[in-house]
């Protein structure tokens, strides 16, 4: 977060993304990924561990992931093909422009 001449105000940024990310990010948000009215948004209760986790992957830690209960097939079947795609798109783009200009999942 940046001060400017001492106050704080969220600002919009442009991020360019390919368009299969943006597919992605869109399918998870309808599926319940974020929850709550505008201005009130926040992330899915069920999610807070799957974020805790990757925080500390991230971090150099381990973590242990296991799914309790399997979610409908052609659903988990969606999501992954999306993350292919995805991932598939963003590295053809950076190909062609021979530099990183989008972000991946």
């Given at each position: ?27 998870i ?40 209960r ?7 079947h ?28």
């Amino acid at each position: 977060m940046q001060a400017d001449h001492d106050t704080w105000a969220p600002r919009l940024v442009d991020v360019p993304l390919a368009r299969a990310v943006n597919d992605y990010l869109l399918r998870i948000q309808q599926l319940g990924a974020v929850e709550g009215p505008g201005g009130a948004v926040g992330l899915n209760p069920a999610l807070e561990p799957v974020l805790e986790a990757l925080h500390h992957l991230l971090a150099g830690g381990e973590v242990e992931v296991r799914v309790t209960r399997r979610g409908h097939p052609s659903l988990v079947h969606e999501l992954r093909q999306r993350v292919e795609d995805a991932t598939r798109e963003v590295n053809l783009l950076q190909r062609v422009a021979g530099s990183a200009l989008t972000t991946t999942v």
